[in-house]
Structures are given as C-alpha cells and as structure tokens.
C-alpha cells in the first residue's frame, strides 16, 4: 500500500494575474508561494517520506525544496509530472480566453478538447497516471509515503482517474495553490484521504479525525 501525497506547487505571478503559464520556462514562486512551501515543509515535518518526485518546471521544485531540507530526501526530477501543454494557450489569460468557445468545451467536455500546438486532456490524464503508477510499483511496502510535486490540472485530473470519476468531471475538483491531496493506493483500487487540503495538516489522527 502507497501513500500518494500530491502537492500543487504555490503561488506564482502567473497564477496571482490569472495566466496560464503552461511551460513557460523561468516561472518562479511570488512572495506567497514561497511562504506556502515553507508551510507545507513544516506541516510535513512529521511525515515518514521515502521519496520526492517533483516536476522539472522551476515553480514545482522551489515548492519541494523545504520538503527535501527537512527529510533530508534527494528531489527526483520526473518529466512526466510537466504541467499540461497548452501549446498557443501559454502566456494568455484566463479572463480573455474564457469568453472563447473553446473554454466552454474546456470546462463543459475537457475529454473532446486538445490545446492547439498542445495535449488534449486525456493524453495528459494518461501521461500523470503511467508515471504514478511506476512511482506507486516502486514504492509498494506497507506504509510507504511518497510526495509528488506538481500541477493543479494533473493533480486534478489523477483523482479522477484513481477513484473512478469520468474525465468530463473533473474541473468539479479543487486543488488551490500550496494544497495537499492525498491517495491511498494498493493492488484492489485507491482511496482518496484528502483533497486540497492547506496546513496544518491532522495525517496522525485516526480515521474519524479524532472522533468519536
């Protein structure tokens, strides 16, 4: 059984302006992002990590830097963990696009929508969930943890796959910036424990968070 924590990355201008930053090289984290991943660093101190997959992009691997300080983990660069590529999309606003045709498919039918020069949702969906799947085969002992750093729509669109949601739904998930979702995942299927979750997080307390 794999703990999977998936971590969107934090702030950055791009998102405090409503950009689509894509992979636009060179998109570091604002002022709040880097609090954020100082918060998430500390809010994981207690965790018993293993390992530390991180997206390439430079917004993921300053948010999983305070994470390695305090595991003392080396962070593994995973390729496969990229944001989308949204091709002509990168760069543009949210704002503008949204009055498009195209962002209503996007919202409404995102498994019939393909980025021009870019992914379609499902290719992306695919490309997240192969690469999880290998980090869940290598880490397979009972009670392994592992933390993956990425993006907002991949986080997204891997929930959906592992608890069974169709594609189409998606966009109905949360996953805000410096957010925490979390899967349990073994060899009969994955159960979501968490979904956009900020610190502090209550990971040791029983499974009725303490009640009872």
Same mark, same amino acid.
């Given at each position: 059984?794999?703990?999977?924590?998936?971590?969107?990355?934090?702030? !950055?201008?791009? *998102?405090?302006?409503?950009?689509?930053?894509?992979?636009? %090289?060179?998109?570091?984290? $604002?002022?709040? @992002?880097?609090? &954020?991943?100082?918060?998430?660093? =500390?809010?994981?101190? /207690?965790?018993?990590?293993?390992?530390?997959?991180?997206? %390439?992009?430079?917004?993921?691997?300053?948010?999983?830097?305070?994470?390695?300080?305090?595991?003392?983990?080396?962070?593994?660069?995973?390729?496969?963990?990229? =944001?989308? =590529?949204?091709?002509?999309?990168?760069?543009?606003?949210?704002? *503008?696009?949204?009055?498009?045709?195209?962002?209503? *498919?996007? &919202? !409404?039918?995102?498994?019939? +929508?393909? +980025?021009?020069? /870019?992914?379609? +949702?499902?290719?992306?969906?695919?490309?997240?969930? !192969?690469?999880?799947?290998?980090?869940?085969?290598?880490?397979?002992?009972?009670?392994?943890?592992?933390?993956?750093?990425?993006?907002?729509?991949?986080?997204?669109?891997?929930?959906?796959?592992?608890? /069974?949601?169709?594609?189409?739904? +998606?966009?109905?998930? /949360?996953?805000?910036? @410096?957010?925490?979702?979390?899967? &349990? *995942? $073994?060899?009969? @299927?994955?159960?979501?424990?968490?979904? $956009?979750?900020?610190?502090?997080? =209550?990971?040791?307390?029983?499974?009725?968070?303490?009640?009872?």
């Amino acid at each position: 059984m794999t703990l999977l924590l998936l971590i969107r990355h934090g702030e !950055n201008e791009y *998102v405090k302006t409503g950009k689509m930053a894509g992979r636009i %090289p060179g998109v570091h984290l $604002n002022e709040r @992002g880097q609090n &954020q991943a100082r918060a998430l660093g =500390d809010a994981l101190i /207690g965790m018993p990590i293993k390992a530390l997959y991180v997206s %390439p992009l430079e917004r993921a691997m300053e948010t999983a830097q305070p994470i390695s300080e305090s595991h003392q983990l080396k962070i593994i660069a995973e390729p496969d963990l990229m =944001d989308t =590529d949204i091709g002509e999309w990168q760069g543009r606003s949210w704002k *503008v696009m949204s009055l498009t045709k195209s962002w209503k *498919v996007v &919202q !409404n039918a995102p498994s019939r +929508f393909r +980025f021009p020069g /870019g992914e379609s +949702f499902p290719e992306t969906q695919t490309r997240i969930v !192969n690469v999880l799947e290998r980090i869940v085969r290598k880490h397979n002992k009972a009670q392994d943890v592992v933390a993956v750093v990425f993006h907002a729509d991949p986080v997204k669109l891997a929930v959906a796959h592992f608890i /069974g949601i169709p594609l189409d739904h +998606f966009q109905r998930l /949360g996953c805000d910036t @410096g957010s925490l979702t979390v899967l &349990q *995942v $073994n060899d009969l @299927g994955a159960s979501l424990l968490k979904l $956009n979750q900020r610190p502090p997080f =209550d990971f040791l307390m029983g499974k009725n968070n303490g009640k009872t």
